[in-house]
């Protein structure tokens, strides 16, 4: 089948390329021919007379003018078009030098058409734009053309020093929060951002289209969420509004794997397949979702595997419906942190109490362009010393050398706020024995809005939210706009009854 394909294309450019050939062949003759030829010319006026054309462009055309050549070949025009039709495919170093020929050829014409324009309204008895626009339309048309040739040539120029210097083509990135199954687009107009691990509870809203902050609220032990800012009425079926809670750092584990490059599909099977030794909870008891990280190595990808428990979220997300509040998300807030930090070189990336308790930290390894390994340290209270950080760090880096990839010793990289550097950077510095580069950590407030901006944008169902939740809190909302109209309708009746 492909051989009768290319067979087929290469008799269509043979014969392209010979109705080319004729039709410019023919203008030629025309151009050379017709000049000399004055008996030829009258008998084209006559004809162009009959046609009832206008007298004045009649008049007008002399044998010198180039626009007679164009309207006085019409078989060559249809030899032409049909040639180029049949050659527009054809092979990349034959195609560059037929449509620069063309490119050419098309762009002296408008250039001809426009001179005879300006001549024609130079004379001493100047003719008018409605004269005229027959002959200004025509050339601006054959300067398209032309133009349209000229970047046929630069794109195969392209395409040939591509196809020689044997570069192939990059993949295209996986996006992860757009698969091709369970896709489920919807546009938001808010989205809120609920901090509610910490005592203090956090409520950041905002605008679902720049993301800009419209409103932030803390909530103390005692006090309620605020109601208007959280909750969800009719007005929400017309600016539909997404609920985003943040999970207590602590239940989450994070695993980083190195897979082929492959479809989004065929990346969450092979999670799947990978998910027992992966995950510290049996998988029939864990919510789990996944982002895929670029890799330096072509037919690489880099997945960051978020796990967890069943039932933590399940706790969760009822103490979140105790305080009124229905997550449509979940997510995890110290993946913004890291997935914005600016990695420079080969080296650790070590971000304290990130899991929200002391003399906790993770230390995220890049190497090689690539996030190979995400560790925790976790010490005893009061056990924040230089020995026992050092006797961790250590058995990080034997486990790096093992698998091969420390190839260096690492650079070292603090990713905290000023009272907890204070403390750790003395006692990492000691450790590691040598210096260490100091980061300023994302505020609360930005980490927020990168995970509505997440959020807003995700349209798969692969997520850390179960979906008998999801199911069973949209349910509740269509039920209470239900009997809310229905105690609306009654209330109503009473009142006219009286």
Same mark, same amino acid.
């Given at each position: 089948?492909?051989?009768?394909?290319?067979?087929?294309?290469?008799?269509?450019?043979?014969?392209?390329?010979?109705?080319?050939?004729?039709?410019?062949?023919?203008?030629?003759i025309?151009?050379?021919?017709?000049?000399?030829?004055?008996?030829k010319?009258?008998? @084209?006026?006559?004809?162009?007379?009959?046609?009832?054309?206008?007298?004045?462009?009649?008049?007008?055309?002399?044998?010198?003018?180039?626009?007679?050549?164009?309207?006085?070949?019409?078989?060559?025009?249809?030899?032409?078009?049909?040639?180029?039709? /049949?050659? /527009?495919?054809?092979?990349?170093?034959?195609?560059?030098?037929?449509?620069?020929?063309?490119?050419?050829?098309?762009?002296?014409?408008?250039?001809?058409?426009?001179?005879? *324009?300006?001549?024609?309204?130079?004379?001493?008895?100047?003719?008018?734009?409605?004269?005229?626009?027959?002959?200004?339309?025509?050339?601006?048309v054959?300067?398209?053309?032309?133009?349209?040739?000229?970047?046929r040539?630069?794109?195969?120029?392209?395409?040939?020093?591509?196809?020689?210097?044997?570069?192939?083509?990059?993949?295209?990135?996986?996006?992860?929060?757009?698969?091709?199954?369970?896709?489920?687009?919807? +546009?938001?107009?808010?989205?809120?951002?609920?901090?509610?691990?910490?005592?203090?509870?956090?409520?950041?809203?905002?605008?679902?289209?720049?993301? +800009?902050?419209?409103r932030?609220?803390?909530?103390?032990?005692?006090?309620?969420?605020?109601a208007?800012?959280?909750?969800?009425?009719?007005? +929400?079926?017309?600016?539909?509004?997404?609920?985003?809670?943040?999970?207590?750092?602590?239940?989450?584990?994070?695993?980083?794997?190195?897979?082929?490059?492959?479809?989004?599909?065929?990346?969450?099977?092979?999670?799947?397949?990978q998910?027992?030794?992966?995950?510290? *909870?049996?998988?029939?008891?864990?919510?789990?979702?996944?982002?895929?990280?670029?890799?330096?190595?072509?037919?690489?990808?880099?997945?960051?595997?978020?796990?967890?428990?069943?039932?933590?979220?399940?706790?969760?997300?009822?103490?979140?419906?105790?305080?009124?509040?229905t997550?449509?998300?979940?997510?995890?807030?110290?993946?913004?942190?890291?997935?914005?930090?600016?990695?420079?070189?080969?080296?650790?990336?070590?971000?304290?109490?990130?899991?929200?308790?002391?003399?906790?930290?993770?230390?995220?390894? /890049?190497?090689?362009?690539? @996030?190979?390994?995400?560790?925790?340290?976790?010490?005893p209270p009061?056990?924040?010393?230089?020995?026992?950080?050092?006797?961790?760090l250590?058995?990080?880096?034997?486990?790096?050398?093992?698998e091969?990839?420390?190839?260096?010793?690492?650079?070292?990289?603090?990713?905290?706020?000023?009272?907890?550097?204070?403390?750790?950077?003395?006692?990492?510095?000691?450790?590691?024995?040598?210096?260490?580069?100091?980061?300023a950590?994302?505020?609360?407030?930005?980490?927020?809005?990168?995970?509505?901006?997440?959020?807003?944008?995700?349209?798969?169902?692969?997520?850390?939210?179960?979906?008998?939740?999801?199911?069973?809190?949209r349910?509740?909302?269509?039920?209470?706009l239900?009997?809310?109209?229905?105690?609306?309708?009654?209330?109503?009746?009473?009142?006219?009854?009286?």
């Amino acid at each position: 089948m492909t051989r009768m394909k290319q067979e087929k294309k290469l008799w269509k450019q043979v014969l392209g390329a010979l109705f080319i050939a004729i039709a410019l062949a023919g203008y030629t003759i025309s151009f050379v021919g017709l000049a000399k030829d004055r008996a030829k010319f009258e008998q @084209l006026q006559q004809k162009m007379t009959q046609l009832h054309v206008n007298s004045a462009i009649v008049q007008a055309l002399a044998p010198q003018s180039p626009a007679l050549r164009v309207i006085d070949s019409p078989v060559a025009i249809g030899f032409l078009l049909v040639g180029i039709a /049949w050659f /527009w495919n054809a092979s990349k170093r034959v195609g560059i030098w037929a449509y620069g020929i063309l490119g050419v050829y098309f762009t002296a014409m408008s250039i001809f058409l426009f001179i005879s *324009v300006f001549r024609l309204w130079r004379r001493p008895q100047p003719l008018g734009f409605d004269v005229l626009w027959p002959f200004i339309i025509a050339a601006a048309v054959f300067l398209g053309v032309g133009i349209l040739f000229f970047w046929r040539t630069r794109k195969l120029m392209k395409q040939l020093v591509k196809a020689e210097s044997g570069v192939p083509d990059l993949p295209k990135p996986i996006v992860v929060q757009k698969p091709s199954r369970n896709r489920q687009k919807t +546009s938001f107009a808010l989205c809120n951002v609920v901090d509610a691990a910490a005592a203090a509870r956090r409520v950041w809203q905002f605008d679902a289209g720049k993301f +800009s902050l419209n409103r932030e609220q803390t909530s103390y032990p005692g006090e309620p969420l605020p109601a208007r800012m959280i909750g969800k009425d009719w007005r +929400s079926l017309f600016q539909q509004k997404l609920n985003v809670a943040w999970l207590p750092p602590e239940s989450v584990f994070l695993r980083v794997i190195q897979l082929p490059k492959a479809s989004l599909d065929e990346t969450i099977s092979m999670v799947e397949l990978q998910l027992e030794k992966l995950s510290p *909870v049996p998988v029939t008891q864990i919510v789990w979702t996944l982002h895929v990280l670029p890799h330096a190595a072509e037919g690489m990808q880099t997945a960051l595997v978020v796990i967890v428990a069943r039932n933590v979220v399940e706790e969760f997300l009822g103490k979140l419906e105790g305080q009124g509040y229905t997550a449509d998300r979940l997510e995890v807030s110290f993946l913004e942190q890291l997935l914005v930090t600016t990695i420079v070189g080969d080296g650790a990336w070590v971000y304290p109490e990130v899991q929200g308790a002391k003399n906790t930290a993770v230390v995220v390894w /890049w190497y090689g362009g690539v @996030l190979r390994n995400l560790d925790f340290i976790l010490l005893p209270p009061g056990a924040l010393t230089a020995a026992n950080l050092r006797d961790q760090l250590r058995q990080m880096l034997w486990a790096g050398e093992l698998e091969g990839w420390i190839t260096a010793p690492p650079a070292w990289h603090l990713v905290a706020g000023d009272s907890v550097a204070m403390e750790w950077e003395p006692v990492l510095r000691q450790a590691v024995e040598t210096s260490i580069d100091a980061v300023a950590p994302l505020n609360s407030q930005a980490a927020a809005a990168l995970s509505a901006r997440r959020a807003v944008g995700s349209e798969t169902k692969i997520n850390l939210m179960p979906a008998e939740f999801s199911t069973r809190y949209r349910q509740q909302f269509v039920d209470r706009l239900w009997m809310r109209g229905l105690l609306d309708s009654k209330e109503k009746v009473r009142i006219e009854s009286r």
